[in-house]
Every structure is written in C-alpha cells, then in structure tokens.
C-alpha cells in the first residue's frame, strides 16, 4: 500500500527531526567562548544543561496534547480519547530513569562521535528483552534471541571501531572513546528499566503517549533544572573541561552564550527537534506500524553518520559500516522484519505461523494484565 502524502511528511519529519536532535547535541560541544569572570576560552561541554533544554522540549509535548484535546473537544463528534485519570506520580519512576540516562547519555556525547553513540544506542533492545522476561515474565521468540545475540556480535564490531578510531584521533583520547561508549552501554540500561516501568505502571492507565511524555518532561525538567544548584558545588577535578573542575557550572554556560550567542543555535535545535522527534514518532506508530518507526530510527543513524562524515566531526572507518549493518540485521529480527520474507517461503512458512501464533497468545495475556498497554515506550529519543 503506498503512503499518503501526511505519512510521507510524518516520516520525512521524524528522520529529519531525529537527525538533528543527535547532530545539534554534538554541534554544541564544538562551540568555544570565554566563560565568567574573564575566565579564558574554553569550549561548550555542558551536558546537564543540555539535558534539561532536552527535557523542555519534551514538556512542550504536554501542551501540544491540551492544545489538540480543546481542539478535539470543539468538533461536533470528539475522536481523541484523552485516556483514563491518573496520578501524576507514576511518572516520576520513569522520568527519574529517562533524567538519568538522558544526563549519561550527554556525556558520554562529549566523549565519543555522534555516529558511534546512535550505533551503540541500538542496545537498548538487549536489557529491554532480558528486563521484560525477568519482571514482566513476558516470552522472547526464537527470532527475537537471535535479534539480541546478533545485536550483541554488533556492539563489538562499533566497539573496536572506536577503539581503532581512538587510536589515530586527535580530538578524543582512547581513554575518553572508550569511556564514552561504555557510558553509552550503561544508559541503555537505565533506559530499558524506564521502558519496563512505563509498560507496567503507565499503560495499563490508558494514558494518551503525548500527555506521557510530557509529564515525563516536566519531572525531568524540574528536578534537573533543581540539580544544577548541587552540582555547582560538587568537585570532579580533571574528569569535567569547565573552568571550576565542578559536574556542571550552569552559570558557566550562560556566561558562554553571553559571549557566543551562536551557541544558542544548537540548544534550540535540541529543544525543537526532541519535540516534533517525539510527535512525529508517536504519529508514525499510530498511522502505520512500530517496524516503520524502527526502520526510520535506522536511517537516522545513517543521516547522523553522513553528516558527521560531510562536516569533518569523524573520519571514515569500514568497521563502522559492519557494525551497523551487524546492528541493523540485529535490530530487524528482534522486531520481525523478517517474517514477511520469511512468509514467502513455503519451508519457512510453517515456523512462520508458529512464532505469530506465540506472539498473538503473549500479546493477548499482556492485555489481561495490563488493559491499557500498548506494547513500547512512549519517549525513545531521551
């Protein structure tokens, strides 16, 4: 079935804007300029701050959903269910989880290339399968282990890419390459325990994905933008390029945009982006499938990649090419991209109707647990 035309911009917008959300974060580190009290020029590693202009963009999502909603209610006919009414608090376990790794994530950003941190961000699909069987005693297919093992074989192939690229690097150090993409691996932790507490305590609410992340987005706004007091005060001495040596001088950074508005460039970009990323990849699940959705997340790697390449951030590496399609084959089993292939072969085809016959009985008995679950995380992107 061919798309239409508001189906090819959803997804032309959630590739584009996804694109720019990684590449504008990375564009930010690139910025130098003096900081306060005439301290010399260094440049713009802020992470924290970034962080919090991450978690704005996806508070704006909440008044995209109270704006849609008044429109709904004016039609003569409402279609939008706004969903069932909730506690606010059942999204502080998440946006505690999503603050967390979205903050690691930014760091490690500092650390390592823009390509290598959308490749490696691919294993969060290995800790959210291995979580849901441990706590939502859900059942992997066959397909789906494979997924995760081939998943893993790629990991290793982005790792030792890094590890070759470190080594002829001048801009990051092995160290700081390899630390970074380690930090990245540990994020993706975080994250698939925030995608097993969303599908257990949001979904079975029934709550409408935009109203989600946004709730999410005001948690992580407030109690970040709080946090940034303490961790003015806190000493990490060499691990951290601001002037006073502290986890994050936001002060600092304002300092900075002061005397380098451009700066504030990159920042919008990451604010605006995350929150169309997040409605544009909301809509694309709605208005054609979850594999799209993944296959669009895919193209961003690449779109990320060839930017970086045109720009001169990074040099070309051929491991770089196996480990992604390592990661793509990986990634495309575990959300059975190959069935329709698999569907065409009569020796497959048996297996085929097993493994759907699996799913239909494991998505039925989720159902009954969870009425509202909707099967994947509301907020991908953090």
Known sequence: MAWTKYQLMLAAMMLVTG????????????????????????????????????FL???????????????????????????????????????????????????????????SFQMLRGAVIIFTGLLSVAFLGRRLLASQWIGILITILGLVVVGLADFVSGQRDDDH?????????????????????????????????????????GNEGLFGFVILSLLLVPMYFIPVGFTTSNPRGVLEDALDAFCQIGHNPMIILPL?????????FNFAGLSVTKEMSATTRMVLDSLRTVVIWAVSLAVGWEKFHGLQVLGF?????????????????????PCCRRMQE??????????NGRERLLPGAQGRSVNEES
Not at 268 to 276: C, D, E, R, Y
Not at 328 to 344: I, M, S
Request: charged fraction near 20%; hydrophobic fraction near 45%; charge should be negative.
């Open 19 to 54: 694109s720019i959300n990684t590449l504008s974060a990375k564009w930010a580190d690139f910025f130098f300029a003096p900081g306060c009290k005439d301290t010399p020029v260094h440049n713009f590693t802020h992470p924290f701050v970034q962080a919090v202009g991450m």
């Open 57 to 115: 963009g996806e508070l704006c999502c909440l008044g995209v959903f109270y704006l849609a909603l008044c429109h709904d209610r004016r039609r003569p006919e409402p279609k939008m269910n706004p969903g069932q009414n909730f506690n606010r608090l059942l999204f502080l376990p998440p946006a505690l989880c999503d603050m967390t790794a979205t903050s690691i994530m930014y760091v490690a950003l500092n650390m390592t290339s823009a390509s």
């Open 173 to 213: 150090k092995l160290s700081e390459v390899i630390t970074g993409d380690l930090l990245i691996i540990m994020a993706q932790i975080i994250a698939a325990v925030q995608m097993v507490l969303e599908e257990k305590f949001v979904y079975k609410h029934d709550v409408h994905p935009l109203r989600a992340v």
């Open 268 to 276: 919008l970009g990451n604010t605006v982006s995350i929150a169309f």
């Open 325 to 345: 399609i390592v990661l793509l084959a990986g990634t495309g089993l575990y959300n059975g991209l190959h069935r329709p292939l698999l569907a065409r072969l």
């Open 354 to 363: 097993e493994e759907e016959e699996e799913e239909e009985e494991e998505d």
